[in-house]
């Protein structure tokens, strides 16, 4: 069944202003699935349409299945020859609607800027899941997710995770991070929900000064319009199954045609979880988590003791 009947409704006020921002991963995934449905009413197989339109038979299976590289971008008269050949009339409703998806799909976003080429694949693949969503639900359990990270906090990270393999330059990978904060919470563009186990606050990954710096940043951020931050004590009781495996990010967009999408955080590779299943279970998942976790004005309170006697120490230190 087609979706062209939806048009995209969802909008985003920024400032005076209210803007749409179509996701591009949402809007290739919806791209993906028209050719898909396209082809398969017209009978072609991918071979058949690759000799009819001139596209290559790889090209056609990347843009019906986005996911196996979710940042690449389709290319817009390799879409305009397969709608051609797919017998879908220039200027009708389905033409506009799916090259639409194209067009939103393969726009520049500001990851593709030379400052921002080398802040990693797992990063990228964050900011493009990111891009104009509605609502972010995120989970963490040891460490501050790059959300809400400052650069210092950030940049010990980096060095951190490195290894045997020490990053030579950690600048790129810093900015990255800062940037998906600003282009999400820091511009109040998407609602933000929290939910960090209390090891987050009281664990110490970087020197106590970063830490404390880290801890009044978070509480300067909860302090904003569209930001929650939630803790889940060691001693909650949220029933079964709340506990999950690995930090995760639940995404959702203005409009809700786009699908939302999961990041599992394996600190190898962000993995992306889109069957509508596990993606609604993440959801439900999140709720048990910010039902079991303390409220925001009493997380506000346990992040600020906690930097209040990290700041006692710092100073005796």
């Given at each position: ?31 993906g ?19 009819k ?69 797992g ?6 899941v ?47 991070r ?35 710096e ?14 929650s ?14 506990a999950?495996r ?31 299943a596990?993606?609604t ?14 409220s ?22």
């Open positions: 069944m087609s979706t062209l009947d939806a048009v995209p409704t969802g909008i985003i006020r920024f400032g005076k202003e209210a803007r749409l921002t179509p996701n591009p991963l949402a809007r290739t995934r919806r791209l699935a028209e050719l898909l449905r396209l082809r398969t009413e017209r009978g072609y197989s991918h071979a058949e349409l690759s000799r339109s001139g596209v290559s038979a790889s090209v056609i299976s990347r843009t019906e299945n986005p996911l196996g590289d979710p940042g690449r971008k389709p290319g817009l008269l390799s879409i305009r020859r397969l709608l051609d050949t797919l017998d879908v009339p220039r200027g009708s409703r389905e033409w506009t609607v799916i090259e639409s998806y194209a067009e939103d799909a393969a726009t520049s976003q500001w990851w593709d800027a030379a400052t921002y080429t080398r802040m990693g694949d990063q990228r693949t964050y900011a493009l990111e891009a104009g969503a509605s609502t972010i639900r995120e989970y963490s359990g040891l460490l501050l997710p790059g959300l809400v990270q400052t650069d210092a906090y950030a940049r010990h990270r980096v060095l951190a995770l490195t290894g045997d393999a020490p990053v030579s330059d950690p600048d790129p990978i810093v900015r990255g800062l940037e998906r904060q600003r282009q999400t919470i820091g511009n109040g563009l998407a609602q933000y929900h929290l939910v960090l186990e209390e090891q987050a606050i009281r664990r110490r990954p970087v020197p106590g000064d970063v830490m404390l880290q801890l009044r940043h978070l509480l300067d951020l909860m302090s904003g319009d569209g930001v931050v939630r803790i889940v004590p060691v001693d909650a009781q949220p029933g079964d199954g709340y999950p690995a930090p995760y990010a639940h995404v959702t967009y203005p409009d809700t045609d786009d699908p939302p999408i999961v990041v599992v955080d394996n600190v190898t590779k962000a993995l992306l979880v889109t069957k509508p596990e993606v279970g993440y959801a439900q998942l999140h709720k048990r988590l910010r039902e079991a976790a303390l925001d004005a009493d997380s506000a309170a346990y992040i600020r003791q906690a930097a209040d006697e990290l700041a006692a120490t710092t100073r005796k230190g």
